[in-house]
């Protein structure tokens, strides 16, 4: 783990520059304390506006320590990991699993049921096969694809309750990359309230989560960046942003462009992507405050909802997804 300093306006992820807006001109704008840290496979990026350095780190060191304890719990990566684990197990029942595991699931499903299947946390299996497609740059077989399809069905899973999931499918294998990167950054920033330094801005690589504004301002300045060299400037306050799309992670194979993002009609990346940004709804300080990832109704469900959101916009086409309420996208499309 390393911990460096930044100006306030760089780069937060790939996909977004960061600044603040409606600052009061009486307050002297001071440069956050930035910090970085690896999990999940990307970058952790969190800027703390406090006049505290050292309750700063301390504060960024507890939060970094809560997302290596979800990355333990989620990642597909690692044999001992929770998922991996739930993967791997036959059993004919309930399987219990921790509070954390099951509220993402929880939330997984209800977006799987509201986008039909476009976004769909069985979707391990193609997952697996994608990867190894992209690493060797050639499409798998339609056999496999269809033998990996035929494992895909987020109807075959039940969540009974917080800690307890239950496969109607012995071979169903569950993956959180849709949704875990943006619960987490949502977490973060809980964590860090808790820890007195509620004036923060969080980026898991494509996932962001502010909190309370910098000091004598209204928000958080982000700037999306658009494939076609455009940026669009939003501004968040105790809320989180999602973009998602296939501008920095796809591969060309036989000349067709594929995302990295599975698009479960074909069981391959797909080809018809737009970028889209889904913006969750805002929370009050109050709620901000007591924010807990097991509460559904929670600052941080609402997180992972972006995430998950995003991912099946990306995809969708013209097919109509509803949003929760208080929700927004913003799509590529929709700007030319």
């Known amino acids: 783990m390393r911990f460096l300093r930044s100006c306030l306006v760089g780069l937060i992820g790939l996909q977004y520059a960061v600044g603040v807006a409606g600052c009061r001109a009486s307050v002297e704008p001071r440069n956050p304390s930035y910090f970085l840290h690896a999990a999940m496979g990307v970058k952790v990026e969190v800027r703390i506006d406090e006049r505290d350095p050292q309750k700063a780190r301390e504060a960024a060191i507890a939060a970094f320590a809560r997302i290596d304890a979800l990355d333990a719990l989620w990642s597909d990566w690692k044999p001992d990991s929770e998922v991996s684990r739930f993967n791997q197990s036959v059993v004919d029942g309930p399987i219990e699993v921790s509070a954390e595991t099951g509220a993402a699931l929880a939330i997984a499903m209800e977006v799987a049921y509201a986008t039909e299947g476009r976004f769909d946390p069985t979707i391990a299996p193609l997952v697996a096969l994608w990867r190894q497609s992209r690493a060797a740059r050639a499409l798998p077989s339609q056999a496999a694809v269809d033998a990996a399809r035929r494992r895909v069905n987020y109807r075959q899973l039940e969540c009974n309750g917080v800690s307890a999931l239950i496969k109607l499918e012995p071979s169903l294998a569950i993956d959180l990359g849709g949704i875990g990167k943006g619960l987490a950054a949502a977490e973060v920033v809980a964590i860090l309230a808790t820890k007195g330094c509620p004036r923060c801005l969080v980026a898991v690589a494509g996932d962001l989560a502010a909190g309370e504004a910098p000091e004598g301002c209204d928000s958080w300045k982000v700037d999306i960046a658009w ?49 889209v940004t889904v913006i969750g709804a805002r929370t009050s300080s109050e709620e901000l405050a007591v924010a807990s990832i097991t509460d559904p109704h929670s600052f941080i469900a609402n997180g992972g909802r972006v995430d998950a959101f995003a991912t099946a916009l990306a995809i969708s086409g013209d097919h109509p997804i509803q949003l929760p309420t208080g929700f927004r996208v913003i799509r590529e499309t929709a700007r030319k």
């Open 227 to 275: 494939p076609d060299g455009t940026t669009e400037e939003i501004a968040l306050l105790r809320q989180s942003a999602s973009t998602s799309g296939d501008a920095e992670q796809f591969v060309a194979i036989d000349g067709v462009k594929y995302a990295h993002i599975i698009d479960p009609t074909t069981g391959l990346g797909a080809t018809r992507t737009q970028q």
